[in-house]
């Protein structure tokens, strides 16, 4: 089934619910179950957190928040999901940082990115650090870019799939540090992984999580974090900018939206139920397992971050050459 029609028959059996009740819906919110899409697979980074935070707030609110996994077309599936469902807060969704980049990665999609929903907070920011093989013998990133200099186009690097926030990482970095470098892209990271420790492919922009017990016993070397400052869970390495290459930082995150007109009241109930439960002993553990740093905005401030971002990622989108799809 082509692209268009499944995310047409996605958007269309959310407009049979999406009726103008946002009214009824704020008295005695929530007073049934909160629906959270989460645009990719089960076991994924940001269906865990969605996950780890849904259970506190359900704790919370006195209702279940139940997570509903529509995976496919690089999120966009749940995204049409989200985009024309009942702006009640009974449907929300957890996404990541490439709610921001399918608008450059798809050439028609039936909603608008930027207007078709509105910001709950971001819930995490989740670091990729940039990991290399010790037979590789380079200690630091100053060492790898001499090393891509000395003989431009002979490095390449691991991605978790073209376009993915591990791309999107790798190439942002590139540009900033005028090296060339051949994206060999894998199914997911663990693949990826499994190449760099191989040494048969030189560096990779990894999550945390999937590297951290590799770096601690030695198998991976840990050069730097993308991120725009440290990350909690590996203090002593310095982001790519703090190792000499400005402009470099890419911000993976995880956050929370609901689609457009959802009332303001609860829009702010469901932004502070998130900085509650993010509080918790229980999700703060769990975070750090994830090498995942909890971060929380106010929707109005998300709502611009969003916007900066999509402008942002049309440049880096272009600059990586990512093809469009035609859908």
Excluded: C
Aim: proline share 7%; glycine share 8%; aromatic share 6%.
């Amino acid at each position: 089934m082509k692209l268009t029609r499944r995310l047409a028959i996605a958007a269309a059996a959310a407009l049979t619910v999406a009726t103008p009740f946002a009214a009824q819906a704020q008295a005695g919110y929530p007073n049934k179950p909160i629906r959270v899409i989460v645009p990719f697979a089960a076991g994924s980074t940001t269906d865990i957190i969605a996950r780890a935070i849904a259970d506190k707030m359900g704790q919370s609110m006195g209702q279940t928040l139940i997570i509903d996994n529509r995976g496919g077309a690089s999120g966009t599936i749940g995204q049409a999901t989200v985009a024309t469902a009942a702006p009640d807060g009974y449907t929300i969704m957890v996404h990541s940082s490439s709610h921001t980049v399918s608008p450059h990665t798809f050439a028609k999609l039936p909603f608008d990115t930027e207007k078709d929903f509105v910001g709950i907070t971001p819930i995490s920011s989740t670091p990729n650090v940039l990991v290399i093989s010790p037979a590789k013998n380079i200690k630091t990133l100053p060492q790898l870019l001499a090393a891509a200099r000395a003989k431009p186009g002979s490095l390449n690097f691991a991605s978790a799939g073209q376009g993915s926030a591990t791309h999107l990482n790798a190439e942002k970095f590139k540009h900033a540090a005028k090296i060339e470098a051949t994206n060999i892209p894998f199914k997911g990271s663990a693949e990826a992984v499994t190449e760099v420790m191989s040494g048969r492919v030189d560096y990779y922009f990894s999550p945390i999580a999937p590297v951290i017990g590799q770096i601690r016993n030695g198998q991976l070397l840990a050069l730097a974090v993308g991120s725009p400052k440290r990350a909690s869970a590996l203090p002593d390495v310095p982001t790519t900018s703090e190792a000499g290459v400005p402009g470099s930082e890419f911000n993976f995150w995880i956050g929370m939206m609901a689609p457009a007109k959802t009332p303001r009241d609860i829009v702010n109930r469901l932004q502070e139920e998130v900085v509650k439960a993010l509080n918790t002993p229980e999700v703060k553990e769990r975070f750090a397992t994830l090498g995942a740093d909890a971060w929380t905005l106010k929707p109005e401030q998300f709502d611009a971050y969003i916007a900066g971002e999509i402008k942002t990622n049309a440049a880096l989108v272009k600059a990586a050459g990512l093809d469009v799809q035609k859908n």
